[in-house]
């Protein structure tokens, strides 16, 4: 699968929010996500514009990989996803991870609201985050089956954008962004 995500800084959720609904979105619930992202001893993760996390939030536990951007204006990216059983799955995971040599970089936490929002003829979900240390952003997210469908779903979250009065996507993960912040690159 790919996703294939556009992701503006924002000044105000609230107001974000109320856009989204006057053009029909419906809100799917709110969470606090932590992720917890890992890097190997031997190739960075970061020059090879990958990423490697576990999340934990109210949904449960994921591991996510994260391949390298295939766009040079959304954030598209091959991804793969496991759901993990439990928080003990978690942590013998993160504890296999960690005595193979996987360093754990940073955690990235936020509070989520998603929304769904019918658009140019997909369900687009919306994020409405607010990241600790870094602030506040809205995404845009389509996930298709192939790189051939990738540029469709670019250009329908790129006029929703407009729509609602976005510019100025960012290619930057919240990781990064989080560790410009503090100093760390």
Known sequence: MIEVELKFEVDSLREMR????ALGAVRHGESVQVDEYLNDPIRDFAKEDKALRIRSSGEGY???YKGPGLDSVAKARHEVEVHLESEASAKLLRSV???IGFKSVANVVKSRETMVVEWAGDKVEVCLDEVDEVGAFVELELVVGSSAEKDVAKQKLMS????VGLCGSLQTSYLELLLRRRGDI
Request: proline share 0%; net charge positive; charged share 20%.
């Open 97 to 99: 991870f960690h005595q």
């Open 18 to 21: 109320a856009r989204f609904q």
């Open 160 to 163: 929703l954008a407009e729509q």
């Open 62 to 64: 994921r591991l996510t």
